[in-house]
């Protein structure tokens, strides 16, 4: 079993940027990519982006690329993401998300077996 543990979120001005983190504990062995989505209130759960854990390739939706970066400590089992230039619309709670096994897509939270209990970003106008 896998805990994950984010950190991170505030309340922004919008442009302004904030760094999430995400700890993962437990049987971490084998992880093969950890994510970051968000949900905003009356929304569906979206993706955000994604890294592998040994190559450390990327993924981002479109609406981020550009301002948010993905990141891993593999000695440190966490996970970041540093989101810069923010707008009212990243507001949501976002969610860490680590899957075992690697995927064609790690846009659908069906890739992922194991969830962290979020952090809420306000982007205040």
């Known amino acids: 079993q896998v805990q994950l543990v984010e950190s991170g979120g505030g309340l922004v001005q919008a442009g302004g940027s904030l760094r999430l983190s995400c700890a993962a504990s437990g049987r971490t062995f084998p992880i093969a990519v950890m994510g970051w989505f968000r949900q905003a209130p009356g929304k569906e759960r979206e993706f955000v982006a994604a890294i592998t854990w040994s190559g450390g390739s990327t993924y981002y939706t479109d609406s981020v690329k550009g301002r948010f970066t993905i990141s891993r400590d593999n000695a440190k089992n966490t996970v970041y993401l540093q989101m810069n230039s923010l707008k009212p619309e990243d507001t949501a709670v976002y969610y860490c998300?680590?899957?075992?096994?690697?995927?064609?897509?790690?846009?659908?939270?069906?890739?992922?077996?194991?969830w962290g209990q979020g952090t809420q970003v306000t982007v205040s106008s």
């Open positions: 998300a680590a899957g075992r096994y690697y995927s064609d897509t790690y846009d659908y939270p069906h890739v992922y077996d194991y």
